[in-house]
Each structure stands twice: as C-alpha cells, then as structure tokens.
C-alpha cells in the first residue's frame, strides 16, 4: 500500500495541478462605494474590457489592467476575472511563471446633473 | 461630428441584469456627456448628444447594422436585446426644470421637469425630491432607466393616485426622439399638449418637428425601443409625498373578495379605509405550512408623518443565488417549502405602519434576485383567485415559486395601444420563481390551463414573455412551449372591439418614420421579429 501510494502520489500531484490550472473559472470582484461594503451605485450595462493580463513569476509581479473607458464619476462598479482553457494551458507550460486572465468591469453610473430651467 | 465620447466596447455578446439570457450582439456604444462636471454646460451637453447619436445611427446605418438604445437593462424580456449594436444612455444624466415661458396657458410649469434618456427611476426620484416633487407611481424597485420603465408599461399601483394612474407611462407629457439621422422631434398628445414654441427653440428642435398626435404619442409611450431614440422624456410630477407601509402575514382565502372585487370586508388595511388605498398587494406562499400566515398583505397609504421611517436595504439578493436555489430544490423538491418559507420570512417581515417616499418604500438600485424569472400576468380582477388555483392545483411536485397580486387602473381607451393594464380593474399576477428549466414549463402549463378556461390576459413588456424556448438560458424540458405568444395571438389578446390595437401600433410607427422602412428595421430586434411588430 505505501509503494502503490509513492507510485501514484506524484501522478496524483501533477494531475490535480494540471486541472486546477486548466480549469476555467469566473469571479467577481464587486467594488464598495461605502463604508458597509455596498455599492448603491447603479451599474452600467455591458461587461467592458475584455483585456488580457499577464501576472508573473507566481503572482509576485501581478498584472495591472488600464481601464481605457474611465470616466472619472462613473467608479469602477464590478470586476469580473475569467482564465479560459488556453490561459490555463500557458500557466502549465510556464509552470505558474506566466499566468494570462482575463479581466473585464462594469463602471458605475454618472452622478446627475440638474440644469436651468429651460 | 465628434464621435470622440462614444466608447465602443469590443464585447459580442450582452447580458441583462437579471441574467435571463445572453444575447449575442455587434457591439455597444457607451454614449457620454462631454462636461460632466461642468453645471453651466448641462443644457450643451443634452443639445450636443442629439447631433453625435444622429451621427452614430448613420455610421451603423452604413454597416447594415441595427440598434436600439440601451436603458439599465432590466427587463426580463428580450425587449431591450438587439442582434446589432446596443447605445448605453447610462451616462447621459442630465434635467432640468421647465420655465414659465416654455409651457403653454393653463399648464404648471413647476410639476413639469425634462430628463436626459440616461436617468434611472433612482435619479428621477432624487431629482424630483430635490424640489419637492414626485413621481406620482413607479415600481417596486427603481434601478431601471426611466425610458426602459415606461416603454415596457412598468407598474405601481396608485389607485388615487394623480396625475396619472398606475403605470410610470401615465406621468410622460413628451418625448423627445431621434428617428433618423437627420431629425428629431417632439412628440406629445394633441389634447394635452405642454411646451410652446419657444421650448422647442431651446431644444433646437424645428416647428415642423413638433407632432402633436394622442394615438402616436400613445403608441411610442410602449415603444418597446422601435420608436427611435429617446433622447428626452416630459414628466409631470406631484408634490412629494409619504407613504405609511403596513405588511402583515394572512389567510390567503380570507382575501378572496379583495383581490376579485375590491371588497375590504374583514380585511385588515391598517385602519385605513379603502377609499385611503394608494397600494394594496398580496403575496401567496403555498408551501407555508400555517394557512393563516400563507399570505403577505402589503397597504400603503399616503400619510403627512415622516416618522418612524422605514429601514432601505442596500442590496438585495446575491448574484446567481436564486439559479443556485433552483438547481438545488429542482433536485431535492423536499427542500423547496423550506427554502421558500425562509425566503418569505428574511425578504417579507411584517412592517408596522412604517413612513418613507415613493423611493423609500421601494429602494432597490442593484438588481433584484439575479438569476429570478418572472411572469407577470394582466388580467381582469375577478379572474385573479380562479388563476391561483389553477396555479396552485398545477404545482403538485413543490416547484418552487411564489404569487404575487397588484391591482393597477387602467389604462383607459384609445390610450393603451400596447399597454396591459386594459383591464377596467387590472389584476397584475405574477409567477415569481428561481430561474430553471422546469419553472419556466411550469408557468407555461399554467398559461395553457388559464386560456382554457377563458381568462383573458396580456403580459407585462419587462418580464417574462412566453414567445419561445430560446427566451432564457435555462432551456426548456421539452422542443416547444405549449402556449406561446404568436403575432395572432398578440393580436388577439389586445383586439377591442373592431379596434386593433396592433396594426394601430404599426401604423404608427409608420408614420413616425414617415413610412422609411430602412429606418424602422434599424430599431427593430428580434422580439419584434417574432411577435409580427416589425415591418
């Protein structure tokens, strides 16, 4: 039973890294306008981005994905982290060294604005 | 033509806030004010986006492609979904106040306010309160675009409630469209009409775009987005008022004749009269195992006090929770009374004469319970309690959803065009259910026994709409829905009389667009397509 456990054990090891890191996945990252952790902002319609980002060398230098759309009194509402099948791939190959995802956001809505009576 | 505020997501597909489908798309265009921060330039900002939009409709006019102005996306319906390309007027939150000089003898210019396509409900509500003003009805919830509310017919309740009746529509005075690339109009009823001349001069609209006409403007006020783009909306406001919320648990059969007739005998309204009802609602929880607590009453009616206020929850449910409790309980029906009762019992606690606006009494911004479905059923009062026992008989294997009555006045004559509320004494029942396959062949098989035994009804534009299979992301048990809503049936279901309420939708929107029919395919989408609304 311990040398079948020795044999397979490093099989074990390799086939769950190689399937975590395959596996895609999804999360989301709601981001807080208050102090209770809530966002009463309204959130806009659409997943925007859709930008590839790269972390290195195991997450010590992290990606920094630039919100090209930003306008500054909208706030970034929600962020949503994907890793498709072929990120995943490349984190395997690089073994962790280099680990593409994707990242898209949803901005907050803008503030309204009375103007003068017309 | 600066395209320079426009910003172009390179996203394919969408999808909307409740997460009922993805629909695959072109692209969307987040339109945005181009002084956002500057208040002397809010009226530039709103006269600015019209010449940019025109500019964007013809760019993508050019491409072949379609487009339809996209609200917060609330709507559980296919209605704000389009196969091209999708105008975000999120960010287009600009309003103002009208003048004096800019309404016609006999009008109060200081009830009457011009919003920006932009504005959610929220917005609106803020920025009415901000002088004292009211929507004189919305929602339960306000995180949707204002436009969005009106044009799929969007509901309180407000039996006494002025100037208009039950649905947010009611309140619209104008409307301020862009149907082509080269023009823009005004658009109000003929008999009552608001603005003057010198209103459409600020607005740098031409005299000859001025249209006063009440079965186009009444067409356009559920528009379902094929009238062209909203740019602006006239609302007519109340004074800003209080409402006094009780909610109390009840024997459902106790209620029979109040929700079929209106008639309160025995029924608790909080010491109100019936006269007093603003709001009357009630919910039905089947799987609540004491009769006497199975259903919810909600009163509402509007009060001078202010105190004690009612607590506004931030967020409601949790993303996908709601698909998570179907999948659960659709393998385990065992759990479902358990999951419903403690839904009932966090989201529905008896509320003892509590005081808040229009806005306090229904807060939600966030979207509620993604990953719900809806169905919401107009019908005629008195049909309401023979179909929740049709609904109640069907559910023999614990589906798990929950009923829901709100009693709304009608939308009277020749100005209901597409609207539902057509009933004289409205009934809007509603399906409420976590998202799955089985629920949705569950509320179909409840529409197939209603018709059966005669029960006239229309659907609300912004739920559920039973037109097929491919309508939500979670599938259908079997290849087709047994009660759909064809073109015929559509227009049967809002025939009065010899009047046909459809081909008057139709033709109205032809004349809109003065009978151009590559603009009108340009705002058509594929819920349209189907349910024969499209040239």
Partial sequence: MRILSRKILPFLILSSFLLTSCASFETHVPVSNNNDGSNNATPATGWEGNVTVCSFLWGAIPGDPAIVNMKTECGVHDVKITRDFWQGLCSILTLGAVSPMTVQWKLGSAPSREGPPL | MALSDFYKNQVTSWTNAHWVFVQAIQGIYDLHNHNPFDASKTLDDYLSQVPEVQGLIQNLMDQKARARALGAGWSFSKVGATDGYLLNQQFLKTWFPLSPQSVVPGVDPQNHFLFQCGMSVHDVHMALASHGKSLPVSGSSCGQSLIGAFTTGTHGSAFNGAPGTGAVQDAVRGLHLIVSPGRQVWLEPKSKPVVNDAFLAKLQIQKADHIQDDDLFHAALNGLGGFGVIHGTLLEATDLFYLDVYRYPANFDSLKNAITSFDFTGVDLGGAAPSQLYH????????????????????????????????????????????????????????????????????????????????????????????????????????????????????????????????????????????????????????????????????????????????????????????????????????????????????????????????????????????????????????????????
């Fill in chain 2, 280 to 535: 009357f609602e009630v919910m039905n929880n089947i799987f609540c195992s004491d009769k006497n607590k199975a259903a919810v009453v909600t009163v509402m009616t509007k009060t001078t006090k202010t105190q004690p206020a009612i607590t506004i929850p931030l967020s409601p449910a949790g993303e996908e929770l709601a698909t998570l409790w179907a999948n659960i309980t659709g393998a385990v029906p065992a759990l479902v009374p358990g999951v419903v009762n403690t839904f009932f019992a966090n989201n529905y606690p008896p509320l003892n004469h509590l005081m808040g606006t229009l806005a306090d009494q229904n807060p939600f911004i966030t979207n509620v319970g993604p990953g719900s479905i809806v169905c919401s059923i107009a019908m005629d009062m008195k049909d309401c309690y023979q179909a929740m026992a049709i609904c109640r008989q069907l559910n023999n294997a614990n589906i798990p959803v929950w009923y829901e009555f709100r009693f709304v006045p009608q939308v009277s004559g020749s100005q209901k065009v597409l609207a539902f509320q057509r009933f004289p004494r409205t009934c809007v029942f509603e399906i409420a259910g976590f998202g799955s396959a089985n629920i949705l062949k569950y509320i179909n098989d409840c529409l197939v026994e209603m018709e059966a035994q005669k029960i006239a009804m229309t659907f609300h534009w912004g739920k559920y709409l039973p037109i097929d299979k491919d309508q939500t992301k979670y599938g259908y048990p079997q290849a087709d829905l047994q009660f759909k809503l064809t073109p015929a049936k559509l227009t049967q279901i809002y025939q009065d009389g010899a009047r046909d309420n459809v081909a008057v939708w139709k033709a109205q929107r032809l004349k809109l667009f003065g009978g151009d029919k590559d603009m009108m395919r340009f705002f058509e989408n594929e819920l349209m397509d189907k349910l024969g609304l499209s040239v």
